[in-house]
């Protein structure tokens, strides 16, 4: 970047040949494009290198390993995080620019967040709690480092976190099968990683999902979103439902003396 900080973005991907050239689009003007793919086979590899990422390579090792795997290849100290089926929008790449650009009043944020707007079953939504989606995804390697968690990975950051102008856009599901087969696959992980951390209550598995269904249709203004609203509401319900029934199953499945040593 002329007269600023270089930035080397990274994306993690296993076949995302029909929408990674849009995110590799909006990332043209960084300084080192990395991009980390666990095996496809859908040509996303090819694609990749054809719009000038460095390709590399890595077995699947999990959402947070596999991005700090990236991380390892950059060669700039700022890098910029995007997901395989995100956009740079400009209002962020100007804000980002700029931000990078200008001197710093004081000491310098470690980290940036933005807010996330996700396009879902054909057009960007604003309520059902998911605008604005704000996550940290602009940092100072050396003052941030992924938490390690299987899902909703996120960073663990060192020092203060800015804020950046401009929308990351999300596109986050192909369609509504999409969206439910990654229910599962999240719910699986979330079972997975809570299952030696909390027991679960059967009457949390009928009240927490419906919790979830009021505060996105009621309480985050859901019904104004039309139709889309209430398939949120209803998503969000039966995420939050699937997760306490794994975590349930996966409990019980443990032996009699595991059981005992939880509850004692």
């Keep these: 970047m002329k007269n ?44 990749a290198a054809q719009a000038g990422a460095e390709v590399v390579h890595h077995d699947w090792e999990g959402y947070s390993k596999q991005k700090a795997f990236a991380v390892g290849l950059t060669r700039h100290q700022w890098v910029l995080w995007v997901d395989a089926d995100e956009e740079v929008s400009p209002e962020l790449r100007r804000s980002i620019e700029e931000t990078l650009m200008r001197p710093a009043l004081g000491e310098r944020p470690s980290a940036y967040a933005m ?77 997975e990683q809570e299952k030696d951390r909390r027991r679960v209550a059967m009457l949390e598995m009928a009240i927490h999902p419906a919790a979830k269904a009021i505060k996105s249709y009621v309480l985050r203004v859901g019904f104004l979103e039309g139709w889309r609203g209430l398939v949120v509401a209803g998503m969000a319900s039966y995420a939050v439902w699937l997760k306490y029934a794994l975590l349930r199953e996966a409990q019980l499945r443990k032996s009699p003396k595991e059981r005992r040593n939880d509850a004692g």
């Design 4 to 47: 600023g900080y270089p930035i080397s973005a990274i994306i993690i991907a296993l076949n995302e040949a029909d929408r990674i050239p849009r995110a590799l689009a909006s990332l043209s003007w960084v300084d080192q494009v990395v991009v980390v793919d666990a095996g496809s086979r859908d040509g996303t590899p090819e694609l």
């Design 115 to 191: 807010n996330r707007r996700t396009w879902y079953l054909g057009r960007f939504l604003r309520f059902g709690g998911w605008y604005p989606d704000r996550k940290v995804r602009l940092f100072n390697k050396a003052r941030a480092a992924f938490d390690g968690s299987l899902i909703h990975e996120g960073l663990h950051v060192d020092g203060p976190v800015g804020f950046l102008r401009g929308d990351l856009l999300h596109y986050s599901y192909r369609n509504l099968d999409h969206h439910i087969r990654k229910t599962h696959e999240m719910a699986s992980l979330w079972a």
